[in-house]
């Protein structure tokens, strides 16, 4: 795949940090890291960021909104996972995931899905977790060092940048309304990329 068959100009990708990884490496995200810099810095494959984003988008777009989860434990996360909420009708879920959410219909916080999307493995291990006992699909958002234990599919990203979680999700909420057709095929969100982007207030609260 050549830069100018990518979603987006690579520049965007890098301008975000969606390369950065972290100084550590699980044998599992290997296939998507291609460099380390000389600070000790892993570098992922956006070519391959780029392809799986393609591939989630027509997944996602399979399944009835409302039936879809999307959940961040991860501040930086939050903003964004409800802005591609959002925009595609999926529910999100934001902060620790409690017990039981989707395994004990009993409990008020009991969540129904038949696909999730995580924003960090290791963050969102809860989530991981029940969704392996009651077979739902999980799309994960993974850096170098992601454990991917009951993750279907992997999108290898930076996944604790602000810029790097707002850009991967208004992208897929881009090419999710491409693929239902809810937009044309080279359309464009209504919701600027800037929307998705968690702010830092002046008191260090993170919105």
């Given at each position: 795949m050549s830069e100018g068959e990518l979603l987006i100009p690579l520049e965007m990708y890098l301008t975000a940090g969606v390369r950065i990884g972290t100084r550590m490496k699980s044998k599992f995200m290997e296939p998507y890291i291609y460099a380390a810099r000389p600070d000790g810095l892993y570098l992922l494959d956006v070519k391959k960021t780029d392809e799986r984003i393609r591939i989630a988008a027509r997944f996602i777009a399979r399944y009835e909104p409302s039936r879809v989860v999307a959940v961040s434990g991860r501040?930086?996360?939050?903003?964004?996972?409800?802005?591609f909420c959002g925009v595609t009708g999926c529910k999100p879920i934001v902060g620790r995931v409690l017990p039981g959410t989707f395994t004990n219909p009993a409990l008020d916080h009991y969540t129904e899905a038949d696909l999730m999307i995580v924003t960090d493995p290791r963050v969102d291990e809860q989530a991981i977790i029940e969704a392996g006992m009651v077979g739902i699909p999980v799309i994960a958002l993974c850096d170098s060092d992601s454990?991917?234990?009951?993750?279907?599919?992997?999108?290898?990203?930076?996944?604790?940048?602000?810029?790097?979680?707002?850009?991967?999700?208004?992208?897929?909420?881009?090419?999710?309304?491409?693929?239902?057709?809810?937009?044309?095929?080279?359309g464009e969100l209504a919701v600027p990329l800037s929307d998705f982007e968690a702010r830092i207030l002046t008191t260090g609260e993170v919105v």
């Open positions: 501040q930086y996360g939050f903003r964004p996972v409800r802005k454990p991917i234990t009951n993750v279907d599919l992997v999108i290898p990203t930076n996944n604790r940048g602000r810029k790097a979680l707002a850009l991967i999700y208004w992208l897929l909420a881009r090419e999710v309304l491409r693929a239902r057709g809810d937009i044309p095929p080279t």
